[in-house]
């Protein structure tokens, strides 16, 4: 009993500082788990709670899990409950639908948002499976994504629905440059050129099956029409 009122006071003197601050809920626990994450990694999350390991378990400090949770664009609603000793937090996570990078100067800069396009992550790649489109820093103002990011982005989706097997093989997408769209598949070294248009992913797919039939990937590829120069 001593050592449990002791315990009590050493956690309120470190977390409860001077009068007139608001008591803050912290416990200690035995375990913390995490149920629903699929692309928020449980270390993304507790690396910014305050929390210390003491012996037979953790120290916690309930309010400042709640802040960072409730911070957290990528977390859509969370619900914490205990568990025989432990907490354990339910997570629904907000979908990556795109993955974009902003070409700024010789940097790139990689950013992630839902199907609103709300960015969920900056400098932080959590959907890794989407491919990277690459757009120029006059796409992004003050946080909002230009009308022809968002047109390209439509058309991007119906390739995922009408084309799921070719789309899961894109990997990089660049509409930096407004006089052409180029790009990379997965685990092929040609880089694709072709000029902005309805027709774009269709071009690049039918040279893709005829490189992958051939064997043979070059370089560079530019595609006008029904004709294609490769180096």
């Known amino acids: 009993m001593k050592r449990a009122i002791l315990t009590t006071l050493c956690i309120f003197t470190v977390f409860h500082a001077a009068p007139g601050d608001t008591f803050q809920d912290v416990r200690k626990i035995s375990r913390i788990e995490f149920r629903g994450l699929k692309y928020i990694s449980k270390y993304e999350i507790v690396s910014k709670v305050e929390m210390r390991v003491v012996q ?12 960072v949770l409730g911070n957290m664009p990528m977390v859509q609603s969370y619900r914490v409950g205990e568990d025989n000793g432990g907490i354990v937090v339910a997570v629904v996570e907000r979908e990556p639908l795109f993955l974009f990078a902003v070409q700024r100067s010789r940097n790139v800069l990689p950013f992630e948002v839902d199907e609103n396009f709300r960015i969920l992550s900056v400098g932080r790649v959590h959907a890794e499976d989407r491919p990277l ?18 047109n390209f982005a439509g058309y991007l989706r119906y390739i995922e629905n009408r084309q799921p097997a070719f789309f899961r093989e894109l990997s990089e997408i660049s509409i930096a440059e407004p006089e052409h769209v180029s790009f990379m598949l997965r685990n092929r070294p040609t880089r694709y050129y072709v ?32 004709m294609a120069v490769t180096k």
């Not at 037979?56 to 709640?66: E, P, Q, T, V, Y």
């Not at 309805?198 to 006008?224: C, N």
Request: hydrophobic share 40%; charged share 25%; glycine share 8%.
């Open 56 to 67: 037979g378990g953790f120290i916690l400090n309930m309010d400042s899990l709640n802040n």
């Open 133 to 150: 489109i690459v757009i120029s820093d006059d796409d992004l103002v003050d946080g909002d994504i230009s009308a022809r990011v968002r």
């Open 195 to 226: 000029a902005p248009g309805e027709s774009s992913m269709d071009s690049v797919k039918r040279l893709v099956s005829y490189f992958d039939a051939v064997r043979y990937y070059p370089k560079v590829a530019r595609i006008f029409g029904d």
